[in-house]
């Protein structure tokens, strides 16, 4: 069965540190790739998405991501980490196939301290 | 620019008791989502929709039902409510199968006791 998998459950970094959240999938196919992102008590917003092209994606807030194919990767990395970035992040996967849904990962909680 | 609205936010049910949680879109999409969210578990897909009259299960559809009688309504029913149903449910909607991202609701938390 298809799956994606975030290795970090909780990660904990001081502000100005840099974040790099894994994120691999078991889709051999075509796929499409989003992170989203969940503040404390609201519902989950898209912080970027890859489709084709260039694997270097950019998001909002500062947010970038990669995507490897040959490692079935699509990693969520941040330069400089801000209190307001304490949250849950999502990795989530489309098959790319009709009548599919996003299938998403467990989730990585970010703490940041100021 | 309301999106995906779902109600009611918050609700507690007794054990047995049914409901429904609504969620309503104006975007004119295609697809809609019912989702559960559990602490450390991510989300889980329970049904889906491709349009007005077509629905499909997802991962976890047990204790679950839905219907799809327009583009704009997809209103989740609880029929029996049992204390494994106490989750965060999320609705969303999307223009493609996903290949455009979700739009989702705010969430509606529920206690079952």
């Known amino acids: 069965a298809q799956s994606v998998s975030q290795h970090n459950h909780h990660v904990i970094l001081s502000e100005a540190a840099s974040l790099e959240l894994g994120c691999n999938y078991s889709y051999g196919g075509t796929v499409n790739l989003f992170w989203y992102v969940q503040y404390p008590g609201q519902h989950l917003q898209l912080l970027l998405k890859y489709f084709s092209g260039d694997p270097l994606v950019k998001g909002i807030k500062g947010f970038e991501a990669e995507f490897i194919k040959s490692k079935f990767s699509f990693n969520l990395r941040k330069p400089s980490v801000q209190w307001s970035d304490t949250a849950e992040y999502f990795c989530a996967v489309n098959p790319n196939q009709a009548g599919t849904a996003l299938i998403f990962g467990k989730g990585t909680t970010l703490s940041v301290s100021s | 620019n309301a999106g995906v609205t779902q109600t009611p936010k918050f609700r507690i049910l007794k054990i047995g008791q049914s409901m429904t949680l609504q969620c309503a879109q104006d975007?004119?999409?295609?697809?809609m989502y019912w989702y559960r969210q559990d602490p450390g578990m991510g989300l889980k897909l329970i049904y889906y929709s491709v349009g007005a009259g077509i629905t499909d299960k997802g991962e976890v559809p047990n204790g679950y039902n839905v219907s799809r009688s327009t583009t704009e309504d997809f209103p989740l029913r609880l029929e029996l409510a049992a204390p494994s149903q106490t989750s965060v449910y999320f609705c969303?909607?999307?223009?493609?199968?996903?290949?455009?991202?979700?739009?989702f609701g705010s969430g509606t938390r529920l206690t079952v006791v």
């Open positions: 969303a909607s999307s223009s493609l199968t996903g290949g455009g991202g979700y739009t």
């Open positions: 975007m004119n999409h295609n697809y």
